[in-house]
């Protein structure tokens, strides 16, 4: 294709929610595919209801899923050329007024048929359609009348958008007819449907894009999993950012409804937290400590740079978001750990001298890194006569508050010795006198 221009028209009357960033995603996916013009136009004309707020909020999301745009358009900017059409649709007879506003008059007979991208021929009755309003008592253009305007005006060459709206395309199809102006491509993305097969909701995970952000969701993992929502590449499941404009094309886009799985999403940003950029991934870790309340800024910038990076680099694995790593990551501030009752039952008392023992080996070391931790804990209880398996998982649940972790030595190390050397110490106390 040799030129295109494709635009994300959201109204803003609310956050960004996952079905509208698919959208924008595709949009924008078509345009950097083929070398061409993606478009940011703000639907602001029904007053009531847009603010300010949910554009800013809109362009943030979009600006964090990495969605560039090209040109940017606000739809009230335009009102003074939308009405100018409507005075052309009056002259030619195709509109009219009644109650204060105008409307459209639209063709009784017969029918109307839209050649869609992705469903194919779709034909509408014209006599299920009534009249309807194309500028409003206030002066303010309709939705279905200001989108083919500026459609028209801003030379889009494919209209891509939710298949909700496939039952407006008549309308515009009408419209611009009446004008005498050659309609774009449309192509309708079927809709996203809940794990349980009913429409998308706030149960599923039809929430604002930025909480997912909130949550701790990488971007690239939202990107990498809303471009599978309905498309496809062969069995590829991970597509990176220059794999996805490499092979996007509408030809990949089925016709069924997609089906939004949390658990799928959690895989891909696993996934994706394994592959990022540690220093990056350090980074978005202490924000995320901060945000959580897990530690404050302070208290991270004293981990000092290596300890995040390998604090980053450990925790990654076991964790599927960013607010996971953050919760995992309270061993390494000198705070009380608290520990589940299933852990609590792993610490016995008499695991109360070994403790002591290992604590004051760990004391005694000048250098603190996994291999001498490793050897230390080794010899203490070589000297005690007791295999690693009989403490492991007691010192890893002093250390870490938890049954899972990273490798042992590694997060004694991580941990540091004061923080380490006072768990074992009070656990070991503890444990004496649970026996008095």
């Not at 097969?197 to 706030?202: A, G, I």
């Not at 042992?408 to 941990?415: E, R, W």
Request: proline fraction near 4%; include cysteine.
């Amino acid at each position: 294709m040799s030129y295109v221009r494709v635009r994300f028209a959201p109204s803003p009357t609310g956050y960004l929610h996952v079905g509208g960033a698919r959208t924008a995603l595709f949009n924008w996916l078509f345009a950097r595919h083929h070398g061409g013009t993606f478009i940011l136009r703000i639907e602001d004309t029904d007053r009531t209801r847009s603010t300010e707020e949910a554009i800013d909020q809109i362009k943030e999301s979009l600006r964090w899923l990495g969605l560039d745009w090209d040109e940017y358009y606000r739809q009230t900017d335009r009102i003074a050329r939308h009405r100018e059409v409507v005075e052309l649709l009056l002259e030619k007879g195709t509109a009219y007024e009644a109650e204060g506003a105008v409307w459209f008059k639209v063709p009784r007979a017969g029918t109307t048929a839209v050649e869609d991208l992705i469903l194919g021929r779709v034909e509408f009755a014209n006599a299920e359609f009534k009249d309807f309003v194309i500028l409003r008592s206030d002066g303010t253009p309709t939705y279905n009348f200001a989108c083919v305007v500026d459609d028209h005006d801003m030379e889009m060459t494919h209209v891509i958008r939710g298949d909700e709206h496939l039952n407006n395309t008549p309308k515009q199809l009408w419209i611009y007819g009446a004008l005498g102006w050659k309609p774009p491509a449309f192509a309708h993305i079927p809709l996203i449907l809940g794990p349980d097969r009913t429409k998308l909701s706030k149960r599923h995970g039809a929430v604002s894009v930025l909480e997912y952000r909130r949550r701790g969701f990488l971007p690239e993992a939202m990107v990498n999993f809303l471009a599978r929502l309905g498309w496809s590449h062969g069995d590829q499941e991970l597509f990176s950012r220059d794999e996805l404009i490499r092979y996007f094309d509408l030809e990949g886009v089925g016709s069924s409804a997609a089906v939004f799985d949390e658990a799928k999403l959690l895989w891909m940003n696993h996934e994706w937290l394994k592959q990022a950029d540690l220093t990056r991934l350090a980074n978005l870790l202490a924000e995320y400590i901060v945000q959580e309340g897990v530690a404050t800024a302070e208290e991270v910038a004293a981990l000092g740079r290596e300890r995040l990076m390998r604090a980053a680099e450990l925790l990654r694995e076991r964790n599927k978001t960013l607010v996971d790593m953050a919760h995992a990551a309270l061993f390494l501030f000198s705070k009380e750990l608290s520990v589940t009752p299933e852990a609590e039952e792993i610490l016995r008392p008499e695991l109360a001298a070994p403790l002591e023992r290992i604590a004051v080996a760990l004391e005694a070391l000048d250098d603190f890194s996994p291999g001498a931790v490793e050897t230390a804990v080794r010899e203490t209880l070589a000297e005690l006569g007791l295999p690693l398996k009989a403490v492991a998982q007691a010192v890893r649940v002093v250390i870490t508050g938890r049954t899972v972790s990273p490798g042992l030595f590694d997060v004694i190390s991580l941990a540091g010795k004061e923080n380490v050397v006072r768990r074992l110490r009070v656990a070991s106390r503890g444990l004496r006198e649970r026996v008095k």
